[in-house]
């Protein structure tokens, strides 16, 4: 089945450590995403992804890191520097031009 | 910049009646897109309809339809025969049409809709 697949669903984390997280698509999107969702806000963009080594800021890109080594894969990192990093992380990926479909989201807690 | 607005926190609608979202946007652009997705309580974001500026037909999507209003810059999403499947948050979004591979979407604050029996 084709898809977009997050993991782990659930993740914890002290403060102060870097965390990544998966986002891997089998659908031969060109673009990828990450989102940020807090309670009462819609998503917020963290970075996108257009090609293969290249990658660009959204919205909200501080204290976030990504890399994109293979067109499948958009790992994002949460640095140590992200002061409020506990939120809702969607991953999506679209074909050129074409809607934006998601993931099911990782939940990071960190404490 | 562009802004999308849902000013319905919560609504609620009975078992097989209608019910209609509001969104209102802001942009100076004459080509883009909007769409409405539903994220269920497992936060899976899902597309439910979308429309494209340069259309004036609504788009429809079985028992999803949106009235797009260009020129009030207003897309509202009535959901027919409302099913107890249909509790969710619904949100509205915009993207900017021409921006070759990849464009961002600018998400609304959402609306979560209750379906009574």
């Known amino acids: 089945d084709g898809g977009i697949t997050q993991s782990p669903k659930y993740l914890f984390r002290k403060e102060g450590q870097n965390v990544t997280l998966s986002c891997e698509q089998n659908?031969?999107?060109?673009?990828m995403y990450w989102y940020r969702q807090d309670p009462g806000q819609g998503l917020r963009l963290i970075y996108y992804?257009?090609?293969?080594?290249?990658?660009q800021k959204g919205d909200i890109a501080e204290g976030y890191s990504v890399s994109r080594e293979k067109k499948e894969s958009f790992p994002l990192t949460v640095t140590s520097a992200q002061k409020n990093p506990t939120a809702f992380y969607l991953c999506a990926s679209s074909l050129a031009g074409y809607e934006q479909y998601f993931g099911p989201g990782t939940r990071l807690t960190v404490t | 910049a562009q802004t999308v607005t849902q000013s319905q926190p919560e609504m609620s609608v009975q078992e097989a009646e209608t019910v209609t979202l509001s969104c209102t946007y802001d942009t100076s652009e004459s080509d883009y897109y909007l769409f409405w997705y539903k994220q269920p309580p497992s936060r899976q974001m899902i597309l439910v309809i979308r429309q494209e500026a340069y259309k004036q037909q609504n788009a429809t999507e079985n028992r999803f339809s949106v009235n797009f209003q260009k020129a009030a810059k207003s897309f509202s999403l009535k959901i027919s025969d409302s099913q107890l499947g249909d509790a969710a948050m619904y949100f509205c979004?915009?993207?900017?049409?021409?921006?070759?591979?990849?464009?961002?979407?600018?998400f609304g604050t959402g609306t979560r809709l209750q379906v009574t029996l």
């Open positions: 979004a915009y993207r900017r049409g021409n921006t070759g591979t990849a464009s961002k979407l600018t």
């Open positions: 659908l031969n999107h060109d673009a």
């Open positions: 992804s257009q090609i293969v080594n290249d990658f």
